[in-house]
């Protein structure tokens, strides 16, 4: 695989898939419609070479795969949280109001690749 290629940005979609088990929540938890969600579980998908989820009762359910991945994934999110923080000199334990998601600060800030 060529991860210089790899959009960072799914890995912030995989996150919430993670959490919420649907589409279309996971795609309003990082301000995606559910158009650009599925297309972004599609990159995930290829990139893999996995089903990563599937259709369950219970909304979508992760494979082994998935599963896997999970650690990996948040030690990126938190690496690119923490170094953003140092660059712009922030505390999080200094903030009085919510953060933005790592989807909107990675948009932000240049790490989207268009």
């Known amino acids: 695989?060529?991860?210089?290629?790899f959009d960072l940005n799914l890995i912030v979609a995989f996150d919430a898939l993670m959490a919420e088990r649907h589409v279309t929540?996971?795609?309003?938890?990082?301000?995606?419609?559910?158009?650009?969600?599925?297309?972004?579980?599609?990159?995930?998908?290829?990139?893999?070479?996995d089903e990563l989820f599937?259709?369950?009762?219970?909304?979508l359910a992760p494979t082994p795969r998935a599963h896997d991945l999970i650690a990996p994934f948040r030690r990126v999110l938190e690496t690119v949280?923490?170094?953003?923080?140092?660059?712009t000199g922030f505390s999080r334990k200094r903030r009085a109001r919510p953060s933005p998601s790592?989807?909107?600060?990675?948009?932000?800030t240049g790490f989207s690749r268009r």
């Not at 695989?1 to 290629?5: E, K, L, S, V």
């Not at 599937?54 to 909304?59: D, E, F, I, L, N």
């Not at 790592?102 to 932000?108: G, M, R, T």
């Open 25 to 49: 929540r996971a795609a309003i938890r990082i301000g995606l419609t559910q158009p650009a969600m599925s297309a972004a579980l599609a990159r995930l998908r290829k990139a893999t070479g």
């Open 81 to 87: 949280s923490g170094a953003l923080d140092l660059q």
């Open 102 to 108: 790592l989807f909107q600060i990675i948009l932000h």
């Open 1 to 5: 695989m060529d991860y210089a290629g």
């Open 54 to 59: 599937v259709r369950g009762p219970k909304g």
